[in-house]
């Protein structure tokens, strides 16, 4: 436990720039939502909440360069010395992946809370329940089903990467690693979509649409009947359910390769 | 026996690193392994250490295999792999949370006898990171310890440091395996001597038949491997 506390100290030290600056980027994004000023309420929510997606979408991609460090690891031999250290290979991968999960839990859940913010300026007043949803479940579910698996794979290709040495003659198993993901997730896509209900599923914001009555007058027709009619199905569970599964197993894998590798 | 090398070859692609090592390392030894650059001196730590696999032949140390005995020997690669945001006590707290043989106080005692200056790594000389490498790893209680080069691009005076510590921080029941191109100032440690030509050992004697011999190993580096 100490060992493993004490690769968690270390992640942070080796990137807590990382985890403090796309932090306190959210600081800039709060900013610029108060700088769109279009007169419709409803336009400017889109915007705003638009905003809000391309932050989330940014942060995905500074998460994957924070776990990837492919560059610092192999320089100076770094990769050496974690390589002879005791703990195995899973506790370095899993330490790792730990730390970029929490500093992702983090970001995204203070996504969650902006949103909850623009709802608040556009009129929107949520119930207890729907926050809830807003600010933990739902970026649990979105990140189940896109950032855990992503960093997962990310770390995957960076221990692969580093341990063959992609420049090197490891190159080609690495660049068919790279080209055939589309693939891969194009085949997993399509197999979540065939089972994708089997479970019940989550039923997520069955209150919001309330509160957009309250403050737009009126919801879409379709919308309603689905509600009032029992017919919203809620977020499927399988996805989240496949994709964790499979980041549990690109981490194993990515510990596995750690414990083989040469320095 | 601490290891064991049999019959140990191992190669990059078409060329070889090491070819038929087969070498017994018992405690109570301080080795030199010398060579010239490219003779396997390396490859050959690396091997003992796990760091890298043969390709023929068998490793062990502590009876197991390497990688199975890193909580209790002692690697010091060639490269500098210190993070340069790292300050000593950084160091301390990165071995002591990792290593269960790390004595905190060894440590402390071989930062001052080395004169490790107390700042970050980025703001160290070559030396001063050299020394605190090695403070690192003779801090550790451990039986074994490989030592890849500690002194090379390092000050003469710094040099002088690190070979007193190694001397006063033996004890008998421990090996040291030393690889450096230092060979005269590192004579004085030696209790044996591998000498390692084109990854093939051209000779493994002791200093104490060197010397009964009236050669020392210097000289006989110079007609082994010239």
Request: a neutral charge.
């Amino acid at each position: 436990m100490r060992s493993f506390r004490t690769l968690l100290w270390l992640e942070h030290r080796r990137s807590w720039v990382w985890a403090v600056s796309l932090l306190g980027s959210l600081a800039f994004w709060a900013w610029g939502i108060k700088q769109v000023l279009v007169m419709d309420a409803a336009e400017r929510l889109g915007i705003r909440s638009g905003l809000l997606g391309l932050a989330a979408a940014i942060g995905a991609v500074i998460l994957c360069l924070m776990i990837g460090r492919i560059r610092s690891e192999t320089r100076h031999g770094q990769y050496q010395v974690l390589l002879l250290t005791p703990p195995s290979g899973y506790s370095h991968v899993a330490a790792r992946y730990l730390y970029v999960a929490a500093v992702a839990v983090v970001y995204f859940v203070a996504i969650g809370f902006l949103y909850w913010w623009i709802a608040a300026l556009a009129g929107i007043h949520l119930d207890s329940q729907s926050l809830f949803e807003l600010i933990l479940a739902l970026p649990f579910y979105l990140m189940s089903v896109t950032m855990l698996p992503l960093l997962a794979w990310t770390l995957l290709l960076m221990v692969f990467i580093s341990a063959y040495r992609i420049s090197g003659p490891g190159w080609i198993p690495g660049t068919v690693m790279i080209l055939g993901t589309p693939f891969v997730v194009r085949w997993l896509w399509d197999g979540i979509i065939r089972i994708a209900y089997s479970l019940p599923g989550w039923k997520l914001f069955t209150n919001a649409p309330y509160a957009l009555i309250q403050r737009f007058g009126e919801i879409e027709e379709d919308v309603s009947v689905a509600l009032n009619q029992g017919i919203y199905e809620g977020l499927p569970l399988e996805p989240m359910l496949i994709l964790l599964a499979v980041s549990v197993v690109l981490l194993i894998a990515a510990g596995r390769i750690w414990q083989e590798v040469e320095a | 026996m601490l290891a064991r090398m049999e019959n140990v070859t191992k190669r990059y692609g078409t060329t070889e690193g090491v070819r038929g090592l087969s070498l017994d390392f018992p405690a109570g030894e301080v080795v030199g392994v010398l060579g010239l650059n490219g003779s396997g001196k390396s490859t050959m730590l690396k091997l003992l250490a796990g760091l890298l696999l043969p390709t023929e032949g068998s490793i062990r140390v502590f009876e197991a295999a390497p990688r199975a005995s890193r909580a209790r020997m002692v690697f010091l690669g060639e490269t500098d792999t210190l993070w340069p945001w790292m300050t000593p006590s950084d160091a301390e707290r990165f071995m002591a949370g990792l290593y269960e043989d790390f004595d905190t106080a060894r440590f402390h005692e071989l930062l001052d006898a080395l004169e490790v200056p107390r700042r970050k790594t980025k703001a160290m000389s070559k030396g001063e990171r050299g020394r605190l490498r090695l403070a690192m790893a003779l801090a550790r209680n451990a039986k074994f310890y490989l030592l890849d080069e500690p002194l090379a691009g390092i000050d003469l005076i710094s040099r002088e440091k690190i070979l007193q510590s190694l001397v006063r921080e033996w004890h008998t029941d421990e090996a040291i395996l030393l690889s450096t191109h230092e060979v005269a100032e590192a004579e004085g440690l030696f209790d044996r001597v591998v000498y390692l030509r084109d990854g093939r050992l051209a000779l493994d004697t002791s200093a104490e038949a060197l010397r009964a011999e009236g050669k020392s190993v210097v000289q006989t580096f110079k007609e082994v491997l010239a």
